[in-house]
């Protein structure tokens, strides 16, 4: 997974208004306030909805997004976090529609709580990373 397969599903150069070329920039621009159409992008991608993203991003920000307005900080690093685990995930299950499938699945590793969930937060997101790299060793507990 590369920087810029996590800019691509933020909308890439066409929405984020630049390339982006490596972890920092990505920084720069999660600081700054990603675009919110980046969000649109994501959703699409991933194939959920508005009250399923509403779980990281206020729905009336999410509904402001057809406005060319930018996301705050931690808006932008949920929806940033949320972007490198689906690709993370798309890496290690094989495909878009498996990782579309796991991220809304409870899971057991997980304490029964789905990937989605957890990504709200830093700490919940190092536990779905990990989960993927033990589901990319071979190790199911």
Do not use: C
Not at 28 to 33: A, D, L, Q, Y
Not at 72 to 79: F, I, M, T
């Amino acid at each position: 997974m590369t920087v810029m397969d996590i800019a691509d599903l933020l909308g890439g150069t066409r929405v984020l208004g630049r390339s982006i070329d490596s972890d920092l920039e990505l920084d720069g621009i999660v600081e700054e306030g990603l675009p919110s159409r980046s969000v649109e992008a994501l959703m699409r991608h991933m194939e959920i909805g508005t009250a399923e993203m509403a779980t990281l991003i206020p729905k009336r920000t999410l509904m402001a997004s057809k406005q060319r307005t930018r996301l705050s900080s931690d808006q932008s690093d949920r929806v940033a976090r949320l972007a490198r685990v689906f690709r993370l995930a798309e890496e290690t299950l094989g495909s878009s529609e498996k990782a579309r499938v796991w991220i809304r699945r409870p899971n057991r590793t997980l304490g029964g709580r789905t990937p989605l969930e957890l990504v709200r937060r830093s700490s919940g997101s190092l536990l779905v990373e990990r989960a993927l790299g033990r589901l990319a060793h071979g190790v199911y507990t």
